[in-house]
């Protein structure tokens, strides 16, 4: 019995002094787009350079998976990820289901990147997460295909309307400076 009460409190040692260390941006859970066990901002994203991007499959920008989709690819083994959220906000330019929306993704635009289930990123009824995105420096999406920079750190870099490309110099400046 000692040796049980022992080990659960090791493990929640371990537990607190987890999530004491991340960041207030990354500490939460999202579940991923079509599917049932949320993760971790955390324990899969700390300490990455991070681009996050609320999406939608009926827009003129919706196009940009491409070029996400290629940054994902390219850097990705140099600790960066694009992170997809998909949001019906703007003009109802996300209408279909979880299931839906990643059939296309997938079969359209060769997305691989992780995306989440859809999320509210606008307005008053605003994901917090999104909500701390805007506050933290990176502004309120204006619209689809908005895009945050997280540095390593955890903190918001910037944000970036949705006419500013994937492959625009602007961003890709931006996610080397904070890769290095």
Not at 82 to 111: H, M, R, W
Not at 131 to 158: E, S, T
Request: aromatic share 10%; net charge negative; charged share 20%.
């Amino acid at each position: 019995m000692l040796v049980r009460l022992m080990a659960s409190a090791a493990l929640l040692c371990v537990s607190l002094s987890a999530s004491a260390a991340c960041t207030p941006l990354l500490d939460r859970e999202f579940r991923p787009l079509a599917g049932k066990d949320p993760v971790n901002l955390c324990s899969q994203y700390e300490g990455k350079v991070l681009l996050v991007v609320n999406t939608a499959s009926k827009c003129g920008f919706t196009p940009q998976y491409e070029g996400l989709e290629a940054l994902h690819a390219e850097l990705s083994d140099q600790g960066f990820a694009v992170l997809g959220f998909p949001s019906n906000d703007f003009a109802g330019q996300e209408p279909g289901s979880e299931k839906e929306i990643l059939e296309f993704c997938t079969l359209t635009y060769g997305v691989k990147f992780p995306m989440f289930a859809k999320t509210v990123v606008s307005g008053t009824g605003a994901d917090p997460f999104y909500q701390q995105l805007a506050a933290d420096g990176g502004g309120a999406p204006g619209w689809n295909f908005h895009k945050y920079l997280v540095g390593r750190d955890g903190k918001v870099i910037g944000g970036f309307p949705s006419k500013v490309k994937p492959d625009s110099a602007e961003l890709r400046a931006a996610i080397e400076a904070a890769l290095h």
